[in-house]
């Protein structure tokens, strides 16, 4: 991806059966309080960590052009305390985020975050972010030690036996003012 401002990625895991396969029910999260227990496959984000209430073997780490974020390999707990930096929750007018429990984040909302921004809170423009254009950058979402389910049979259609890794990208427009007034914007 070329982009001159990368701010943040975001990966995570899914279950091999969230699109397409019809008849799948919804899955029910744990110690959902103040939100929705129901959560449909499609939007269901796994860690696959085995563990829910202590870090265990399973980590990850983001690389970014042969540097690793953060210097050491990372559990479910450090993603976790990312989060809310991630999202820019750090400003006292912002209420946090959606993850009620550690057993929701675990089954259910998932997500590692790789901030390449400083969170600022009141939207203070800071440019701090990852610039890609013109260069090879190569960007990488490594996870170890994962406990995939094996596939399950009726009525639990909820495990397939095989998870699929994606990772979402965010990127934000610039609008630089030049000599002359010359407006230029930068994606």
């Known amino acids: 991806m070329s982009s001159g401002c990368i701010t943040k990625c975001f990966g995570t895991y899914q279950d091999a059966n969230a699109n397409g396969v019809v008849g799948v029910p919804a899955h029910t999260l744990n110690d959902a309080s103040g ?39 990372s559990s479910w707990f450090n993603g976790l305390a990312n989060l809310a930096y991630a999202q820019d929750k750090v400003d006292l007018d ?15 909302k998932f997500v590692f975050p790789l901030m390449l921004e400083l969170p600022t809170g009141r939207s203070v423009a ?21 406990t995939v389910p094996i596939a399950s049979t009726a009525p639990d259609l909820n495990n397939s036996g095989t998870a699929t890794a994606f990772v979402v990208a965010q990127t934000v427009a610039q609008l630089r003012i030049q000599l002359g007034r010359d407006l230029l914007v930068v994606y």
């Open 126 to 146: 800071v440019m701090s972010s990852f610039n890609s254009r013109g260069i090879n950058s190569q960007m990488v979402y490594a996870g170890n030690g994962l």
């Open 94 to 108: 912002n209420s946090g985020t959606l993850i009620t429990s550690t057993e929701s984040y675990n089954d259910g």
């Open 35 to 73: 939100v929705s227990a129901q959560i449909a496959n499609c939007l269901r984000f796994r860690s696959y960590s085995g563990e829910t209430k202590k870090a265990g073997s399973a980590t990850w780490e983001w690389t970014v052009n042969n540097v690793k974020y953060g210097q050491f390999r």
